[in-house]
C-alpha cells in the first residue's frame, strides 16, 4: 500500500498535552485495526492558518481542535456547519478531496448522546433543567437541550449578562435565575447541569446548594476532572442517576473517528479505560 493512502488526523491546542484525544483515538484506531495514525500538534496561535492549509497536503483528512483555536478556526475554514455558528465555535476539521476544510462542532452531540447512554430514562420533556454557566461549552448545552425538545430551561451564570445572551439567542425556553438564587431551582429540576468549570481540579468548588434535588432528578457534570465531582457525589446521596463528564469527551469525537476513518466507533467501558489511562 502507498504511504499516501494511510490517512492521519491529531489535535492542534496551545497547550495541547492536557489533551486525551490521542488516547481516544488510537485506542479505536487499534481496536478496529485502521492503518491511521493520529497525533497531537503544539500550535501557536500565529501559526494556526499555516498549519491547517499545511495539514491536507501532508496526508491529514481532518483534525480536532481544542483551546486556544476553537473560536479562530471558524475565519479560517472554507465552510462552516450550521451547528458550529450556532455554538460560535469549532472542536472538528474535515480536510475535504478538493483540499477545502469544513469545520463542524460535536459538543452538543456528545453532551446529548452521553446523557441518553447514562440515563436512558431520562426523558427530554419530562421537565425543566437546570443550566449552570453560560461558557462555550454550555452554549453546545443549550442547543442540543432545545433541540432535543426539553420544555423550560433555567439557566444560571455568575456573570448574568452571559445567560441573558444566551436567552436573547435560544429564545424563551430559557428562563435566567440569578447566581445566587440558582439553589432555589434545584427542586424543580428533572436535569441539573454544571457547564461551568467549578469543580475541576485546581478550580474552586460548586457552591451552589443541592438540599432540593429529588430522587427523579438526573445530574450531569460537565467536569471530568475529577470523575467524581462534589455535584455527582450529591446527585448520588440524593438517589439521582448521575452521569460523568467523561462520557461527552467521548462522544463528541464519534463524528470525527467515522468522518475521517470511515468506522463508526463504539463508546463503551474499554474506551473509558483508553480515555484515562
Ligand atoms: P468557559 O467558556 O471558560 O466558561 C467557564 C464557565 O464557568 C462560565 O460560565 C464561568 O462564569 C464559569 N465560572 C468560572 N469560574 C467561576 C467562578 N469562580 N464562579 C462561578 N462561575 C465560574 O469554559 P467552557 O469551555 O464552557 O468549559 C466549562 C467546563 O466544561 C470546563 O471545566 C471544561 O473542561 C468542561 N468541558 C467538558 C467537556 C466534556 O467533553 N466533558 C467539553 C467542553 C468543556 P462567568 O461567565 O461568570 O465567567
Given at each position: 500500500?502507498?504511504?499516501?493512502?494511510?490517512?492521519?488526523?491529531?489535535?492542534?491546542?496551545?497547550?495541547?498535552?492536557?489533551?486525551?484525544?490521542?488516547?481516544?483515538?488510537?485506542?479505536?484506531?487499534?481496536?478496529?485495526?485502521?492503518?491511521?495514525?493520529?497525533?497531537?500538534?503544539?500550535?501557536?496561535?500565529?501559526?494556526?492558518?499555516?498549519?491547517?492549509?499545511?495539514?491536507?497536503?501532508?496526508?491529514?483528512?481532518?483534525?480536532?481542535?481544542?483551546?486556544?483555536?476553537?473560536?479562530?478556526?471558524?475565519?479560517?475554514?472554507?465552510?462552516?456547519?450550521?451547528?458550529?455558528?450556532?455554538?460560535?465555535?469549532?472542536?472538528?476539521?474535515?480536510?475535504?478531496?478538493?483540499?477545502?476544510?469544513?469545520?463542524?462542532?460535536?459538543?452538543?452531540?456528545?453532551f446529548i448522546t452521553n446523557l441518553h447512554q447514562g440515563a436512558p430514562d431520562w426523558k427530554p420533556n419530562g421537565g425543566p433543567a437546570l443550566v449552570l454557566g453560560a461558557g462555550g461549552a454550555c452554549r453546545a448545552v443549550i442547543a442540543s437541550l432545545v433541540e432535543a425538545g426539553v420544555p423550560e430551561i433555567m439557566l444560571s451564570n455568575r456573570t448574568r449578562e452571559r445567560a441573558d445572551q444566551l436567552r436573547k439567542e435560544f429564545g424563551k425556553r430559557i428562563q435566567v435565575i440569578d447566581w445566587v438564587k440558582a439553589g432555589n431551582a434545584v427542586e424543580d429540576a428533572s436535569l441539573v447541569v454544571n457547564a461551568t468549570s467549578l469543580g475541576m481540579e485546581g478550580k474552586r468548588p460548586l457552591r451552589v446548594p443541592m438540599d432540593g434535588l429529588q430522587t427523579s432528578c438526573v445530574v450531569t457534570d460537565l467536569v471530568y476532572t475529577p470523575l467524581k465531582t462534589d455535584l455527582i457525589q450529591a446527585g448520588e446521596d440524593a438517589g439521582c442517576t448521575v452521569v460523568d463528564g467523561l462520557g461527552m469527551l467521548l462522544h463528541q469525537a464519534v463524528p470525527g473517528f467515522e468522518r475521517w476513518f470511515g468506522q463508526r466507533p463504539k463508546v463503551d467501558e474499554a474506551t473509558r479505560a483508553a480515555a484515562l489511562a
Open positions: 500500500m502507498s504511504d499516501r493512502k494511510i490517512p492521519l488526523a491529531g489535535v492542534i491546542g496551545c497547550p495541547v498535552a492536557h489533551s486525551r484525544s490521542p488516547q481516544i483515538q488510537n485506542h479505536w484506531l487499534k481496536t478496529y485495526e485502521i492503518a491511521g495514525y493520529y497525533v497531537p500538534m503544539h500550535v501557536e496561535p500565529q501559526d494556526l492558518e499555516t498549519v491547517i492549509r499545511s495539514l491536507p497536503k501532508a496526508g491529514f483528512v481532518g483534525a480536532n481542535v481544542t483551546i486556544p483555536h476553537k473560536e479562530a478556526v471558524m475565519q479560517i475554514a472554507d465552510k462552516v456547519t450550521d451547528r458550529a455558528t450556532l455554538m460560535g465555535a469549532a472542536n472538528t476539521l474535515i480536510f475535504r478531496e478538493d483540499g477545502s476544510v469544513l469545520a463542524d462542532n460535536t459538543d452538543g452531540y456528545g
